[in-house]
């Protein structure tokens, strides 16, 4: 059974800086191209940025230059460093895994506030 759970969030104040982590159950992870994603209230949900099984990553313009991805094959964990954080990046924060073997999952999601 695949399983992504995600955390790290929280709340912090507008220039602040979290880490988010998401960690991957068996085989998934390795094999698996892996992103994060979040959705603000009442809007679809958006690619932040993304990180390929070799350690290509890519993101949003939102995200450029704030943002930083990447992941630890050994302990099946995905991060995302956050910094300068805007009001804008209020959201909930999902974790996504894809392989052409074990196919798309989402992890629960995990809480993102920045209050102005």
């Known amino acids: 059974q695949v399983q992504l759970v995600e955390s790290g969030g929280g709340l912090v104040e507008a220039g602040g800086s979290l880490r988010l982590s998401c960690t991957a159950s068996?085989?998934?992870?390795?094999?698996?191209?892996m992103s994060w994603y979040r959705q603000a209230p009442g809007k679809q949900r958006e690619l932040v940025a993304g990180v390929s099984r070799d350690g290509r990553s890519n993101y949003a313009d939102s995200a450029k230059g704030r943002f930083t991805i990447s992941r630890d094959n050994v302990k099946n964990t995905l991060y995302l460093q956050m910094n300068s954080l805007k009001p804008e990046d209020t959201a909930l924060y999902y974790c996504?895994?894809?392989?052409?073997?074990?196919?798309?999952?989402w992890g629960q999601g995990t809480q993102v506030t920045v209050s102005s």
């Open positions: 996504n895994a894809d392989s052409t073997i074990w196919g798309n999952h």
């Open positions: 068996g085989r998934i992870f390795s094999m698996s191209a």
